[in-house]
């Protein structure tokens, strides 16, 4: 998708797939028959720049056809580079805009609260998005309110634009830092399927507190030259490094 379109975040895209096919897969309850449905979890990419591994997930599990991804990006595409919830079935909200996600995801999880409503609510930061002080007053907000049917997932896979985090802005001790704000708190192998459905199908991690769950990823997981790779933050491959990460993530099926 990003090698057709010429532009894209592949990186970030390959860190949280693992986390994306374990949530819709397995862990949210949702129609996509009724996108809408009154009772459905919430899913919040407040990453939404890695658009196309969030486009996938919704196709693959059946929001729209998969012979829509084709379309990624390309002009008056619904498939945008950020999502758009006003175009693209399953898409709770319009993101991108880093640190954003989780504040909407505070005053989702609350509705449901004040509602008495049974649904949850889930967001995926990145890391770096970690950086922006949206995100801790939101924290703040959700643990003052007690809102255990809040779930956020950190993709800590330690890269964003530029930099890794520890250089750009400084984020440990990240899980003291959430347990501090008043959450409750885990810390999992992001590409571990089994370790990852434990911790979603035990939710919340503590009756009373949001739970965070930092997922220790790879950026560019499964594609050995862009592994752990900055500059793969965004990026295009050529025909040859495309021909070569399929080849790699065939094999590792």
């Not at 390959?14 to 009154?38: N, T, W």
């Not at 899913?43 to 012979?67: Q, R, T, W």
């Amino acid at each position: 998708m990003v090698y057709t379109a010429r532009m894209g975040h592949p990186g970030g895209d390959l860190s949280s797939a693992d986390i994306l096919s374990v949530l819709y897969f397995a862990v949210l309850r949702l129609d996509p028959h009724d996108p809408a449905a009154p009772e459905r979890d919430r899913f919040i990419m407040s990453k939404g720049h890695c658009s196309a591994s969030f486009y996938v997930a919704l196709a693959a599990s059946g929001f729209f056809p998969l012979e829509e991804l084709d379309s990624y990006m390309q002009p008056l595409s619904a498939l945008c580079g950020h999502p758009d919830r006003n175009k693209v079935p399953g898409v709770e909200a319009c993101t991108g805009s880093l640190g954003h996600g989780l504040p909407l995801a505070v005053g989702t999880a609350l509705t449901a609260r004040m509602d008495g409503a049974s649904w949850r609510t889930f967001v995926l930061t990145g890391d770096g998005e970690l950086q922006e002080g949206s995100n801790w007053e939101a924290a703040m907000a959700a643990a003052h309110y007690g809102l255990d049917n809040l779930t956020l997932i950190v993709d800590r896979n330690r890269l964003q634009q530029g930099d890794p985090t520890e250089e750009a802005m400084r984020l440990e001790p990240l899980l003291e830092k959430w347990r501090a704000f008043g959450w409750a708190v885990a810390e999992v192998d992001g590409h571990d399927v089994s370790a990852l459905l434990n911790l979603f199908h035990g939710l919340p991690l503590e009756r009373g507190k949001p739970s965070c769950i930092v997922a220790h990823t790879h950026k560019g997981k499964g594609v050995s030259f862009m592994e752990d790779r900055v500059e793969w933050h965004h990026k295009v491959p050529n025909e040859e490094q495309l021909a070569a990460a399929l080849r790699e993530l065939e094999a590792a099926q």
